[in-house]
């Protein structure tokens, strides 16, 4: 059948598609620009199943490239514009990606990985004039440009045509891709969600969060499907948020609970500047909301539009929370999403029938995740035959509905991001001051969890938090340095060795109902 987008400029080609800044652009120019980089991305060796990394803050030329990817049967590669050189290259090569697209902006990010990716063909970059552009990268506009504006055909490749790779962090500290085919039984799952939340053809989606998440992309998603019109915020501003509900009547957005904080918290005098009262369907979700949080909102922003959704990059939605029930069922994510089944099993592998027992959470559902993309091990440590986890602990009350009240797995949340210790303690243990680390999450009030490490030293060894931070920063990505760190003369450990993180947490979260 042909392309959504196709079908939709073909229809009402007239109808704003995307808007950033003072730039509309139509549904049929949005579709003409699309062809031409999908016809520019096959002149770069892009088939049908080939891995295609891109690198970018949100744009309209981001926006306008997932759908030329889709165009060409790519697999889409999503990376993380706040990683490392080191993170980048790492995934640019495990993905086996032959053509990367970058946003000139993430020039000095990426530059030192060319030499450590020799899969990749080509490296291509946007959002510049060709002046700008780095001497090893093409100048994608440049190509596309001057191409046919017509519909491309994907050219012959590999059975997983038309996928997406989502890589997360992993336990064993290396980022591990998960890899989602695009499949019927995937898309009718979908569609149950959209009927539940009710999106419609006229609604307006504000990219409130970075798009190289599963979040905000894959709701971006529905709302295209749907042949919605997208608003794209390239860097959060909570006041400026609120001005582009009111001038483009924006119906629906995905956030964390970050920067929903900041727009609730922005004094009443410059909240009652904007008129937001077109928001009708505001998904939270990339890390547990606060009670406190969803009461500020529903006071300040409005009654009736609040959803909550909990899932994950590879699960997808799992759980809804409804407008209606976000008052009486606080703490709550909500009871099972259609088409998913969800099913707690306790520590022996039984499953849990009792409401308010604890027990770890497995789900079974066409939306979720195919395998990890070279790491197919991992993928099956996690099933319990066709039921799979991620690691979370809950328990469920007398109606149904579900509570997040641990994680299984060692797993930080901070800012919506997730962060896995373990990558963070091998860089640490690599300071020649640090003979042991633990890394966990405690409590915060803006980021929901930061990232806390506790150190031992060697010796006659010692160095500053500061020393220790900047240590991280030449490896890591930003939001992975440790926030704080103490120092212990042994860390915990269990008979076999592991460390005893719960007994290190146990005092930064003992005055909370859940530990995380």
């Known amino acids: 059948m042909p392309d959504l987008l196709t079908m939709y400029a073909a229809a009402d080609p007239d109808k704003p598609g995307v808007i950033e800044g003072g730039t509309v652009l139509s549904y049929g120019e949005f579709e003409a620009r699309a062809n031409q980089v999908a016809a520019a991305l096959q002149d770069l060796g892009v088939k049908a199943g080939t891995k295609l990394v891109w690198c970018a803050q949100n ?53 030192g990985a060319v030499a450590q990716c020799p899969k990749v063909t080509e490296w291509a970059s946007f959002h510049c004039d060709a002046s700008a552009s780095p001497s090893w990268a093409t100048h994608l506009p440049s190509i596309a440009d001057g191409l ?136 939270a979700n990339a890390a547990p909301w606060p009670f406190e949080l969803k009461r500020k909102y529903v006071e300040r922003l409005g009654d009736g539009s609040l959803w909550e959704v909990y899932g994950s990059t590879e699960l997808g939605v799992n759980t809804v929370l409804k407008p209606e029930d976000q008052m009486r069922k606080p703490g709550s994510c909500g009871q099972a999403a259609p088409m998913v089944e969800v099913a707690l099993f306790d520590e022996e592998g039984n499953r849990v029938e009792k409401p308010m027992e604890p027990g770890e959470l ?71 001051a640090i003979a042991d680390a633990a890394v966990f999450g405690v409590p915060s009030d803006e980021w929901g969890e930061s990232v806390h490490a506790t150190i031992t030293e060697y010796e006659g060894q010692s160095a500053t938090d500061e020393e220790i931070q900047q240590f991280c920063r030449d490896h890591l990505a930003s939001y992975k340095i440790p926030r704080s760190i103490d120092r212990m003369e042994e860390i915990p450990r269990s008979a076999s060795g592991k460390v005893l993180k719960k007994e290190l947490r146990a005092p930064y979260w003992a005055d909370r109902q859940t530990n995380v």
């Open 59 to 111: 744009s309209t030329e981001v926006v306008v490239l997932i759908n030329a990817a889709r165009k060409t049967g790519a697999i889409a590669v999503p990376l993380n514009y706040r990683l490392s050189t080191e993170e980048a290259a790492y995934v640019i090569d495990n993905s086996d990606a032959t053509v990367v697209l970058f946003d000139v902006e993430q020039t000095g990010q990426l530059e």
């Open 148 to 283: 046919p504006t017509t519909e491309v055909e994907p050219l012959e490749g590999t059975e997983d045509a038309g996928g997406t790779m989502i890589y997360t962090s992993g336990t064993t500290g290396k980022p591990k891709g998960a890899l989602r085919k695009g499949r019927a039984d995937a898309a009718a799952s979908g569609g149950a969600l959209v009927q539940l939340i009710g999106y419609e053809p006229g609604d307006v989606y504000l990219t409130t969060g970075p798009l190289y998440h599963s979040g905000p992309l894959g709701f971006m998603g529905i709302v295209q499907l749907m042949g919605g019109t997208i608003v794209v915020q390239r860097h959060f501003d909570a006041e400026e948020w609120l001005r582009l509900i009111q001038d483009h009547k924006v119906t629906t957005t995905f956030s964390a609970p970050t920067p929903l904080r900041r727009v609730v918290d922005l004094p009443e005098e410059v909240r009652a500047k904007y008129d937001y009262s077109s928001m009708k369907r505001f998904v």
């Open 362 to 432: 497995f789900v079974r559902s066409a939306g979720a995740f195919d395998t990890y993309y070279k790491a197919e091990e991992k993928y099956e440590e996690n099933k319990r035959g066709d039921w799979i986890t991620v690691g979370d602990i809950a328990y469920f009350d007398d109606e149904g509905f579900f509570y997040i009240c641990d994680r299984k797995n060692d797993m930080i949340i901070s800012g919506g991001m997730n962060i896995y210790p373990a990558e963070i303690e091998a860089v640490l243990v690599a300071h020649p």
